[in-house]
């Protein structure tokens, strides 16, 4: 009976999810034809809030933040997030979540669906095409050049793709590669999403995702696959405290 109504529940999530994202992302775009940046940014980022409402209130999956306090306060403060990636929910809560805009690095692929992609297409974020590798990094250091210089926070996902709970994927050195390049820091943030939303997966359990937020590691004078070796140690340790039970057969992270 219970699998049976986490699964109605989670219909319905999908539901408003795919009823909502409709008037937000035409708003976005009529938006974006006479203004761009933070206002069509925050009309987007308002959507985002109301799917994390609604997973809270329909599925019950809540959440928790901790190291918040370790993100600058100050507007002009660049910072490279490099967070864990087990699920779409840390994709929504991210910018629901940070004071301060964030700029993505994701596959161009996302531009193609209905309503969703048209609106991101409209925000200032940087797509990539991952099928041209030296044309995507490119792309990656010239436009997160010029995000870092107005303060804007770019935000990548090291592992390139999500993974299953008390998984590890392959840290790719993409985002330290530009924190090294621009001398900007890097800031690891463990989430355990997959207790509530696993990857590949339409159903959500209720529960509590944990958040975790690191000190900023600075980047100067630093080794980009050095520095990423450090933000994995950090995220992978942290992920055994946020969630052990999930790690109980799993390799312990390296120190």
Excluded at 80 to 86: A, E, F, M, S
Excluded at 133 to 151: D, L, N
Excluded at 169 to 176: D, I, M, P, R
């Amino acid at each position: 009976m219970s699998a049976l109504l986490a699964r109605l529940r989670s219909a319905l999530f999908m539901a408003w999810m795919a009823v909502t994202v409709v008037p937000f992302a035409i708003a976005a775009v009529l938006l974006s034809i006479v203004v761009r940046g933070d206002p069509v940014y925050w009309v987007c980022i308002t959507w985002l809030r109301l799917c994390i409402g609604g997973a809270r209130v329909i599925c019950g999956v809540n959440y928790r933040v901790s190291g918040m306090e370790q993100l600058p306060v100050d507007r002009l403060s660049a910072v490279i997030l490099l967070p864990k990636h087990q699920s779409t929910w840390e994709t929504f809560a991210f910018p629901a979540l940070m004071p301060h805009p964030l700029c993505y690095v994701f596959k161009r692929e996302l531009l193609y669906i209905p309503f969703f992609g048209w609106a991101i297409g409209r925000l200032d974020m940087i797509h990539i095409d991952r099928n041209k590798r030296a044309q995507a990094w490119s792309r990656v250091a010239e436009q997160g050049r010029r995000h870092m210089q107005k303060g804007n926070w770019v935000i990548m996902f090291p592992e390139g793709t999500r993974t299953a709970r008390g998984s590890q994927g392959v840290y790719k050195s993409g985002g330290t590669r530009l924190a090294v390049e621009l001398g900007t820091p890097v800031v690891p943030i463990a989430v355990s999403s997959a207790k509530c939303w696993p990857r590949k997966s339409l159903m959500l359990r209720p529960g509590v995702i944990d958040v975790s937020i690191g000190a900023p590691i600075a980047s100067v004078g630093r080794q980009s696959d050095e520095l990423m070796r450090e933000v994995e140690a950090w995220i992978e340790q942290e992920m055994r405290r946020l969630d052990p039970e999930a790690y109980v057969d799993a390799p312990r992270a390296a120190a």
